[in-house]
């Protein structure tokens, strides 16, 4: 099994989603495009706007500069190009994360909790329709102490355990979108970590045996993404299909 993917859980947004891994659970909610303020108005293109709320609290500098991250990753999916002078909003509510007696450290945890984010952003764009150019799918994977310990979609204990640890986004033909990494690595083992994702990445939108067999029965690389995006078209379209 891959993660676990819910669409449409919002009534009053234009698309919503949650996503959920080993390490956290993230609500998606996204409108637009929409009116936007004249201040924040871009008169050739839209402007993609990120919210991010931790569990609890208020958000400090962590969440503008994950908030920062996502919204440049969204700039290169989004057709902004369709709807000048509109608006794209995403809020992001992380609703759990780590909370055992592991402990991790700060950076860590700020490049573990990316993909999540990345992922329910995606599917609920997916699911407010916004025109889009390219598929996204964003892993985490993680250098064990031992010099070959490559993990991907690690666990707590794993991620809490490891030397370095790495956020990538691949789009569906395997190009590199996204890079953000934490730890002791060196080049190439930075690029096996990055064949990993990317591999991974490509089997989540499978369309035909031959690239769903690059899985070898991996539940992280299984087309979960796929079979929720196709499962929320058929939702959409059950009203069609006579009674």
Not at 66 to 94: D, M, N, Y
Not at 135 to 146: D, F
Request: aromatic share 4%; glycine share 8%.
């Amino acid at each position: 099994m891959g993660p676990e993917l819910t669409t449409h859980p919002l009534t009053r947004a234009d698309g919503s989603a949650t996503f959920s891994n080993n390490l956290f659970t993230v609500l998606a909610a996204v409108n637009g495009p929409i009116e936007v303020q004249r201040r924040d108005e871009l008169p050739e293109e839209a402007a993609v706007e990120v919210n991010i709320r931790p569990t609890s609290g208020v958000g400090g500098p962590r969440e503008r500069w994950l908030e920062s991250v996502i919204a440049a990753l969204l700039r290169t999916l989004v057709l902004v190009k369709l709807h000048p002078r509109t608006l794209v909003q995403v809020t992001l509510q992380v609703t759990k994360e780590p909370t055992t007696g592991v402990r991790m450290k700060r950076a860590v945890k700020d490049v573990a909790i990316i993909p999540a984010l990345a992922n329910a952003a995606f599917l609920a764009l997916v699911d407010g329709a916004v025109p889009m150019g390219r598929t996204m799918v964003a892993g985490l994977a993680c250098l064990g102490k031992e010099v070959d310990g490559v993990t991907v979609d690690p666990t707590e204990k794993q991620v809490a355990g490891c030397r370095s640890v790495h956020a990538m986004a691949y789009s569906a033909k395997g190009e590199l979108l996204l890079d953000e990494s934490v730890g002791r690595f060196d080049a190439g083992e930075w690029e096996d970590v990055g064949e990993r994702l990317r591999v991974a990445a490509i089997a989540a939108v499978a369309r035909d045996p031959e690239d769903e067999s690059m899985s070898n029965g991996d539940a992280a690389t299984t087309p979960w993404l796929r079979q929720a995006v196709e499962e929320d078209v058929k939702g959409a379209g059950a009203w069609r299909e006579p009674g």
